[in-house]
Protein backbone atom coordinates (compact mmCIF):
# COMPACT_ATOMS: atom_id res chain seq x y z
CA UNK A 1 0.00 0.00 0.00
CA UNK A 2 1.87 3.65 -1.04
CA UNK A 3 2.36 5.36 2.45
CA UNK A 4 -0.39 7.93 1.80
CA UNK A 5 -3.25 5.44 1.26
CA UNK A 6 -1.55 3.61 4.52
CA UNK A 7 -1.17 6.64 6.67
CA UNK A 8 -5.15 7.30 5.97
CA UNK A 9 -6.21 3.56 6.31
CA UNK A 10 -4.49 3.69 9.76
CA UNK A 11 -5.75 7.39 10.79
CA UNK A 12 -9.09 6.30 9.99
CA UNK A 13 -8.66 3.16 12.35
CA UNK A 14 -7.84 5.12 14.72
CA UNK A 15 -10.65 7.20 14.45
CA UNK A 16 -12.64 3.87 14.52
CA UNK A 17 -11.17 3.02 17.90
CA UNK A 18 -11.39 6.50 18.87
CA UNK A 19 -15.13 6.40 18.42
CA UNK A 20 -15.31 3.59 20.03
CA UNK A 21 -13.63 4.47 23.26
CA UNK A 22 -16.38 7.44 22.94
CA UNK A 23 -19.12 5.72 22.80
CA UNK A 24 -17.91 3.57 26.28
CA UNK A 25 -17.27 6.79 27.84
CA UNK A 26 -20.47 7.98 27.07
CA UNK A 27 -22.20 5.10 28.22
CA UNK A 28 -20.64 5.53 31.80
CA UNK A 29 -21.67 8.68 31.78
CA UNK A 30 -24.61 9.60 33.63
CA UNK A 31 -27.78 9.79 30.49
CA UNK A 32 -28.12 12.16 28.14
CA UNK A 33 -25.26 14.66 29.21
CA UNK A 34 -24.26 16.41 26.48
CA UNK A 35 -21.38 15.09 24.80
CA UNK A 36 -18.24 17.69 25.50
CA UNK A 37 -15.91 17.95 22.33
CA UNK A 38 -12.66 18.21 25.27
CA UNK A 39 -9.73 18.59 22.68
CA UNK A 40 -8.96 21.86 20.54
CA UNK A 41 -9.86 22.11 16.89
CA UNK A 42 -7.19 21.19 14.05
CA UNK A 43 -6.58 18.35 16.08
CA UNK A 44 -6.80 15.11 13.39
CA UNK A 45 -9.01 12.62 15.81
CA UNK A 46 -11.14 16.38 15.55
CA UNK A 47 -13.22 15.55 11.70
CA UNK A 48 -13.18 11.81 12.26
CA UNK A 49 -14.81 11.19 15.10
CA UNK A 50 -17.53 14.12 14.16
CA UNK A 51 -18.38 12.84 11.25
CA UNK A 52 -21.29 10.35 12.40
CA UNK A 53 -22.33 12.07 15.51
CA UNK A 54 -24.84 15.03 16.08
CA UNK A 55 -23.11 17.56 14.74
CA UNK A 56 -23.60 18.24 11.32
CA UNK A 57 -20.40 19.99 9.42
CA UNK A 58 -22.44 23.01 7.94
CA UNK A 59 -22.85 24.54 11.19
CA UNK A 60 -21.65 28.41 11.10
CA UNK A 61 -18.19 28.97 12.78
CA UNK A 62 -19.11 30.20 16.07
CA UNK A 63 -16.72 30.76 19.06
CA UNK A 64 -15.03 27.98 21.25
CA UNK A 65 -17.60 26.78 23.74
CA UNK A 66 -20.61 28.24 22.08
CA UNK A 67 -21.54 25.16 20.27
CA UNK A 68 -21.81 23.00 23.30
CA UNK A 69 -23.52 25.68 25.68
CA UNK A 70 -26.41 26.14 22.20
CA UNK A 71 -26.59 22.79 22.30
CA UNK A 72 -26.94 22.23 26.29
CA UNK A 73 -30.20 24.60 26.26
CA UNK A 74 -31.87 22.67 23.33
CA UNK A 75 -31.03 19.74 25.15
CA UNK A 76 -32.74 20.89 28.12
CA UNK A 77 -35.54 22.03 26.30
CA UNK A 78 -36.11 18.84 24.63
CA UNK A 79 -35.71 17.48 28.35
CA UNK A 80 -38.02 19.17 29.46
CA UNK A 81 -40.55 18.44 26.61
CA UNK A 82 -40.65 14.86 27.10
CA UNK A 83 -41.18 15.18 30.38
CA UNK A 84 -43.46 17.48 30.80
CA UNK A 85 -45.70 17.57 27.35
CA UNK A 86 -45.10 14.29 26.65
CA UNK A 87 -44.26 15.52 23.46
CA UNK A 88 -42.14 13.98 20.23
CA UNK A 89 -38.57 14.39 20.08
CA UNK A 90 -39.07 15.48 16.32
CA UNK A 91 -40.61 18.87 17.42
CA UNK A 92 -37.26 20.27 19.24
CA UNK A 93 -34.78 18.02 16.70
CA UNK A 94 -31.60 19.98 17.37
CA UNK A 95 -30.70 19.66 13.43
CA UNK A 96 -33.46 21.33 13.00
CA UNK A 97 -32.70 24.84 12.57
CA UNK A 98 -35.99 26.09 11.81
CA UNK A 99 -37.17 25.97 15.30
CA UNK A 100 -34.45 28.86 16.07
CA UNK A 101 -35.72 32.19 15.59
CA UNK A 102 -35.38 35.70 16.28
CA UNK A 103 -37.75 37.88 18.55
CA UNK A 104 -39.08 40.73 17.06
CA UNK A 105 -41.64 42.14 19.67
CA UNK A 106 -42.33 41.51 22.55
CA UNK A 107 -44.96 42.15 25.34
CA UNK A 108 -45.74 40.72 28.63
CA UNK A 109 -45.88 37.06 28.16
CA UNK A 110 -46.21 37.26 24.40
CA UNK A 111 -43.60 37.31 21.46
CA UNK A 112 -43.53 37.67 17.70
CA UNK A 113 -40.40 35.63 16.76
CA UNK A 114 -39.30 35.71 12.82
CA UNK A 115 -38.55 31.98 12.40
CA UNK A 116 -38.17 30.12 9.18
CA UNK A 117 -39.44 33.47 7.20
CA UNK A 118 -42.58 33.51 8.92
CA UNK A 119 -43.63 35.43 11.74
CA UNK A 120 -45.56 33.56 15.02
CA UNK A 121 -46.76 34.99 17.69
CA UNK A 122 -45.58 33.40 20.90
CA UNK A 123 -46.02 32.77 24.29
CA UNK A 124 -43.01 32.55 26.64
CA UNK A 125 -42.98 29.17 28.80
CA UNK A 126 -44.17 29.57 32.18
CA UNK A 127 -40.91 27.73 33.01
CA UNK A 128 -38.45 30.95 31.87
CA UNK A 129 -37.84 33.09 34.36
CA UNK A 130 -36.35 36.26 34.64
CA UNK A 131 -34.29 36.01 37.33
CA UNK A 132 -31.97 33.58 36.20
CA UNK A 133 -30.85 35.69 33.51
CA UNK A 134 -30.08 38.73 35.60
CA UNK A 135 -32.62 41.05 34.17
CA UNK A 136 -36.02 41.88 34.92
CA UNK A 137 -37.26 40.90 31.44
CA UNK A 138 -37.30 37.18 29.99
CA UNK A 139 -37.45 37.75 26.36
CA UNK A 140 -35.74 40.73 24.37
CA UNK A 141 -36.13 41.80 20.57
CA UNK A 142 -32.90 40.33 19.01
CA UNK A 143 -33.23 38.00 21.14
CA UNK A 144 -32.53 33.99 19.90
CA UNK A 145 -34.92 31.64 21.24
CA UNK A 146 -35.71 28.20 20.65
CA UNK A 147 -40.03 27.53 19.47
CA UNK A 148 -41.83 24.29 19.97
CA UNK A 149 -45.88 23.36 19.53
CA UNK A 150 -47.09 22.33 22.77
CA UNK A 151 -50.00 19.75 23.11
CA UNK A 152 -52.70 22.24 22.14
CA UNK A 153 -50.92 23.79 19.00
CA UNK A 154 -50.04 26.46 20.95
CA UNK A 155 -46.28 28.11 19.82
CA UNK A 156 -43.71 28.12 23.07
CA UNK A 157 -40.77 30.05 23.69
CA UNK A 158 -38.56 27.37 25.25
CA UNK A 159 -35.18 28.86 25.81
CA UNK A 160 -33.35 32.08 25.62
CA UNK A 161 -30.22 31.65 23.65
CA UNK A 162 -27.06 33.29 25.54
CA UNK A 163 -27.12 36.75 24.76
CA UNK A 164 -23.88 38.14 22.44
CA UNK A 165 -24.69 41.94 23.30
CA UNK A 166 -27.39 43.42 25.87
CA UNK A 167 -28.31 47.16 25.68
CA UNK A 168 -30.01 47.63 28.60
CA UNK A 169 -31.91 50.49 31.14
CA UNK A 170 -32.85 50.57 34.35
CA UNK A 171 -36.47 48.62 34.97
CA UNK A 172 -39.27 51.27 35.14
CA UNK A 173 -40.51 50.14 38.57
CA UNK A 174 -37.52 47.87 40.04
CA UNK A 175 -34.92 50.88 39.39
CA UNK A 176 -31.91 49.22 40.84
CA UNK A 177 -32.51 46.73 37.98
CA UNK A 178 -31.97 46.32 34.35
CA UNK A 179 -34.01 45.44 31.69
CA UNK A 180 -33.15 43.99 28.19
CA UNK A 181 -34.17 46.60 25.70
CA UNK A 182 -32.27 45.07 22.30
CA UNK A 183 -30.42 41.72 22.40
CA UNK A 184 -27.88 40.64 20.18
CA UNK A 185 -27.11 44.06 18.06
CA UNK A 186 -23.89 44.91 16.66
CA UNK A 187 -23.88 48.14 16.00
CA UNK A 188 -25.52 51.78 16.65
CA UNK A 189 -25.77 54.17 14.33
CA UNK A 190 -25.98 57.34 15.58
CA UNK A 191 -27.99 59.80 13.85
CA UNK A 192 -27.33 63.45 13.71
CA UNK A 193 -28.44 66.66 11.19
CA UNK A 194 -26.48 69.69 10.76
CA UNK A 195 -29.44 71.52 10.72
CA UNK A 196 -33.16 71.26 11.70
CA UNK A 197 -32.12 70.38 14.61
CA UNK A 198 -28.73 71.60 14.98
CA UNK A 199 -25.88 69.08 15.62
CA UNK A 200 -25.68 68.29 19.19
CA UNK A 201 -22.15 66.98 19.85
CA UNK A 202 -22.75 66.00 23.55
CA UNK A 203 -25.53 63.79 22.42
CA UNK A 204 -23.20 62.18 19.80
CA UNK A 205 -20.75 61.73 22.76
CA UNK A 206 -23.16 60.45 24.92
CA UNK A 207 -24.35 57.75 22.34
CA UNK A 208 -20.31 56.74 21.80
CA UNK A 209 -20.81 55.67 25.49
CA UNK A 210 -23.57 53.93 25.20
CA UNK A 211 -22.39 52.11 22.37
CA UNK A 212 -19.32 51.28 24.31
CA UNK A 213 -20.45 50.01 27.55
CA UNK A 214 -23.28 47.87 25.19
CA UNK A 215 -20.40 46.46 22.90
CA UNK A 216 -21.88 47.90 19.95
CA UNK A 217 -19.72 49.15 17.36
CA UNK A 218 -20.83 52.78 16.79
CA UNK A 219 -21.51 54.47 13.64
CA UNK A 220 -21.90 58.21 13.25
CA UNK A 221 -24.01 59.94 10.26
CA UNK A 222 -24.25 63.23 9.47
CA UNK A 223 -27.73 63.69 7.89
CA UNK A 224 -29.49 66.75 6.44
CA UNK A 225 -25.77 67.94 4.84
CA UNK A 226 -27.53 69.44 1.68
CA UNK A 227 -28.65 72.02 4.39
CA UNK A 228 -25.14 73.62 4.98
CA UNK A 229 -23.33 75.88 3.05
CA UNK A 230 -20.37 74.52 2.85
CA UNK A 231 -19.12 71.05 3.23
CA UNK A 232 -15.73 71.89 4.92
CA UNK A 233 -17.60 73.38 7.91
CA UNK A 234 -19.78 69.95 8.33
CA UNK A 235 -16.32 68.02 7.58
CA UNK A 236 -14.10 70.16 10.71
CA UNK A 237 -17.14 70.00 12.79
CA UNK A 238 -16.81 65.84 13.12
CA UNK A 239 -13.35 66.30 12.50
CA UNK A 240 -12.42 64.92 15.68
CA UNK A 241 -14.29 62.04 16.07
CA UNK A 242 -12.50 60.98 12.55
CA UNK A 243 -9.19 61.97 13.94
CA UNK A 244 -10.41 59.33 16.87
CA UNK A 245 -11.06 56.44 13.78
CA UNK A 246 -14.52 56.56 14.53
CA UNK A 247 -16.80 55.75 11.10
CA UNK A 248 -18.23 58.95 10.18
CA UNK A 249 -20.70 59.23 7.34
CA UNK A 250 -22.14 62.44 5.69
CA UNK A 251 -25.61 62.08 4.17
CA UNK A 252 -28.42 63.79 2.67
CA UNK A 253 -31.83 61.93 2.47
CA UNK A 254 -32.61 64.21 0.43
CA UNK A 255 -30.10 64.55 -2.39
CA UNK A 256 -29.43 60.89 -1.90
CA UNK A 257 -25.93 61.70 -1.22
CA UNK A 258 -24.08 59.15 1.37
CA UNK A 259 -26.78 57.03 1.36
CA UNK A 260 -25.33 54.40 -0.26
CA UNK A 261 -22.77 54.10 2.28
CA UNK A 262 -25.45 54.25 4.91
CA UNK A 263 -26.71 50.54 3.24
CA UNK A 264 -23.72 49.28 3.24
CA UNK A 265 -23.32 49.36 6.87
CA UNK A 266 -26.57 48.26 7.78
CA UNK A 267 -26.05 45.17 5.42
CA UNK A 268 -26.64 42.00 7.27
CA UNK A 269 -25.80 43.46 10.79
CA UNK A 270 -28.26 44.24 13.19
CA UNK A 271 -28.33 48.20 13.84
CA UNK A 272 -29.90 49.96 16.65
CA UNK A 273 -30.45 53.81 14.91
CA UNK A 274 -30.58 56.53 17.37
CA UNK A 275 -30.90 60.06 17.49
CA UNK A 276 -32.98 63.33 18.00
CA UNK A 277 -36.92 63.23 16.35
CA UNK A 278 -36.54 65.22 13.14
CA UNK A 279 -32.96 64.52 12.17
CA UNK A 280 -33.95 62.26 9.11
CA UNK A 281 -33.80 58.68 10.37
CA UNK A 282 -36.81 57.48 8.80
CA UNK A 283 -36.04 59.46 5.79
CA UNK A 284 -32.58 58.18 5.32
CA UNK A 285 -34.16 54.23 6.14
CA UNK A 286 -36.90 55.17 4.00
CA UNK A 287 -33.90 55.91 0.95
CA UNK A 288 -32.14 52.96 2.05
CA UNK A 289 -35.13 50.90 1.54
CA UNK A 290 -38.04 52.06 -0.03
CA UNK A 291 -41.04 50.79 1.97
CA UNK A 292 -39.20 50.95 5.19
CA UNK A 293 -41.31 52.82 7.45
CA UNK A 294 -40.09 53.62 11.68
CA UNK A 295 -42.88 54.45 13.49
CA UNK A 296 -42.31 57.97 15.28
CA UNK A 297 -44.61 57.45 18.47
CA UNK A 298 -42.85 56.14 21.22
CA UNK A 299 -45.57 53.57 22.20
CA UNK A 300 -48.11 52.33 20.52
CA UNK A 301 -50.28 49.96 19.56
CA UNK A 302 -50.54 47.07 17.01
CA UNK A 303 -53.08 44.07 16.52
CA UNK A 304 -51.62 40.76 15.91
CA UNK A 305 -53.54 38.05 15.46
CA UNK A 306 -56.89 39.80 17.52
CA UNK A 307 -54.49 40.31 19.98
CA UNK A 308 -52.69 43.58 21.38
CA UNK A 309 -48.97 43.87 21.49
CA UNK A 310 -47.77 47.14 23.06
CA UNK A 311 -43.73 47.22 22.18
CA UNK A 312 -41.43 50.48 22.98
CA UNK A 313 -38.73 48.68 20.37
CA UNK A 314 -39.34 47.58 16.63
CA UNK A 315 -37.43 45.44 14.31
CA UNK A 316 -37.28 46.04 11.10
CA UNK A 317 -35.59 43.14 8.56
CA UNK A 318 -33.55 44.59 6.08
CA UNK A 319 -33.93 42.80 2.06
CA UNK A 320 -30.34 42.73 1.69
CA UNK A 321 -30.27 41.56 5.16
CA UNK A 322 -29.70 42.35 8.59
CA UNK A 323 -31.52 44.63 10.81
CA UNK A 324 -32.38 47.69 11.86
CA UNK A 325 -33.69 48.55 15.50
CA UNK A 326 -35.54 51.50 16.65
CA UNK A 327 -35.84 52.09 20.27
CA UNK A 328 -37.13 55.74 20.92
CA UNK A 329 -35.63 57.25 24.63
CA UNK A 330 -32.27 55.36 24.03
CA UNK A 331 -31.14 59.00 25.39
CA UNK A 332 -32.08 59.01 28.71
CA UNK A 333 -31.07 55.45 29.51
CA UNK A 334 -27.73 55.71 27.96
CA UNK A 335 -25.93 56.73 30.73
CA UNK A 336 -27.60 55.02 33.84
CA UNK A 337 -25.13 53.26 36.84
CA UNK A 338 -21.97 55.46 35.28
CA UNK A 339 -19.60 56.46 37.82
CA UNK A 340 -18.11 60.17 37.59
CA UNK A 341 -14.74 58.94 37.78
CA UNK A 342 -15.58 56.13 35.09
CA UNK A 343 -16.47 58.70 31.80
CA UNK A 344 -12.92 59.62 31.13
CA UNK A 345 -12.34 56.34 30.10
CA UNK A 346 -15.09 56.74 27.43
CA UNK A 347 -12.85 60.02 26.50
CA UNK A 348 -9.78 58.05 24.44
CA UNK A 349 -7.83 61.30 23.69
CA UNK A 350 -7.98 62.54 27.96
CA UNK A 351 -7.74 59.20 29.52
CA UNK A 352 -4.19 58.89 27.89
CA UNK A 353 -3.16 61.96 29.79
CA UNK A 354 -4.62 62.09 33.12
CA UNK A 355 -1.30 60.76 34.71
CA UNK A 356 0.02 63.75 33.56
CA UNK A 357 -2.16 65.90 35.99
CA UNK A 358 -0.95 66.88 39.46
CA UNK A 359 -3.70 65.15 41.53
CA UNK A 360 -4.22 61.33 40.82
CA UNK A 361 -8.00 62.05 41.57
CA UNK A 362 -8.23 65.31 38.69
CA UNK A 363 -11.64 65.46 37.47
CA UNK A 364 -10.04 67.51 34.89
CA UNK A 365 -12.42 70.48 35.95
CA UNK A 366 -10.98 73.31 37.93
CA UNK A 367 -8.07 71.23 39.29
CA UNK A 368 -4.53 73.28 38.91
CA UNK A 369 -2.01 71.53 36.98
CA UNK A 370 -4.66 69.71 34.85
CA UNK A 371 -2.99 68.05 31.89
CA UNK A 372 -5.88 67.46 30.11
CA UNK A 373 -7.10 71.38 30.32
CA UNK A 374 -3.43 71.99 29.33
CA UNK A 375 -4.27 69.65 25.90
CA UNK A 376 -7.26 71.65 25.62
CA UNK A 377 -6.26 75.06 25.33
CA UNK A 378 -3.12 73.96 23.39
CA UNK A 379 -5.66 72.45 20.90
CA UNK A 380 -4.21 68.50 21.04
CA UNK A 381 -7.93 67.77 22.65
CA UNK A 382 -10.77 68.91 21.09
CA UNK A 383 -12.51 72.33 23.33
CA UNK A 384 -16.03 70.88 22.28
CA UNK A 385 -15.33 67.40 23.13
CA UNK A 386 -13.73 68.54 26.46
CA UNK A 387 -16.90 70.33 27.42
CA UNK A 388 -18.90 67.73 27.05
CA UNK A 389 -16.97 65.55 29.33
CA UNK A 390 -17.91 68.10 32.10
CA UNK A 391 -21.10 68.60 30.97
CA UNK A 392 -21.95 64.89 31.24
CA UNK A 393 -19.82 65.06 34.35
CA UNK A 394 -21.24 67.08 36.13
CA UNK A 395 -24.71 65.32 35.27
CA UNK A 396 -23.46 62.23 37.08
CA UNK A 397 -23.97 61.04 40.14
CA UNK A 398 -21.10 60.81 43.04
P1 LIG B 1 -36.77 61.28 12.21
O1 LIG B 1 -37.67 61.85 13.26
O2 LIG B 1 -35.36 61.26 12.69
O3 LIG B 1 -37.23 59.96 11.71
O4 LIG B 1 -36.78 62.31 10.99
P2 LIG B 1 -37.63 62.27 9.63
O5 LIG B 1 -37.07 61.29 8.69
O6 LIG B 1 -39.07 62.18 9.96
O7 LIG B 1 -37.29 63.70 9.03
C1 LIG B 1 -37.69 64.90 9.66
C2 LIG B 1 -37.79 66.00 8.61
O8 LIG B 1 -36.52 66.22 8.03
C3 LIG B 1 -38.71 65.62 7.46
O9 LIG B 1 -39.45 66.77 7.11
C4 LIG B 1 -37.77 65.22 6.36
O10 LIG B 1 -38.30 65.48 5.08
C5 LIG B 1 -36.57 66.10 6.62
N1 LIG B 1 -35.31 65.50 6.18
C6 LIG B 1 -34.89 64.25 6.41
N2 LIG B 1 -33.67 64.04 5.86
C7 LIG B 1 -33.32 65.21 5.29
C8 LIG B 1 -32.16 65.64 4.57
O11 LIG B 1 -31.19 64.91 4.36
N3 LIG B 1 -32.14 66.93 4.15
C9 LIG B 1 -33.19 67.77 4.38
N4 LIG B 1 -33.08 69.03 3.92
N5 LIG B 1 -34.29 67.39 5.03
C10 LIG B 1 -34.36 66.13 5.48
ZN1 LIG C 1 -6.80 66.61 35.03
Not at 128 to 150: M, P, Q, R
Not at 259 to 271: C, F, N, P, Q, W
Not at 356 to 375: D, L, Q, T
Amino acid sequence: MPTREKRQWEHRRASKEMRLVHQQVKRNREPDRVRQKSWMPGDPRDLDSWDDMDSPRSEPVMPRGEQERRRAVLTAALEKLHEEEGIEAPVLAANRPGQRGIVTEVSSGLCRVELDGRSLLCELHSALGAKETGYTNVVAVGDEVIVSLDGGGQRLVEAVLPRRTVLARPDVYYNHLQQVIVANADQLLIVASWREPAIWLELIDRYLITAERSNLTPIICLNKIDLAEDSAACRAELQPYLDLGYRVIFSSALTGEGVDEVREVLRGRTTVVAGLSGVGKSSLLMAVQPGLRLRTAATSERRHEGRHITTQVDMYRLEMGGYVVDTPGIREFGLSGLRRRELVSFYVEMVALQGECRFANCSHRHEPGCAVRVAVKQGYVSAARYHSYVRIYEGLKE
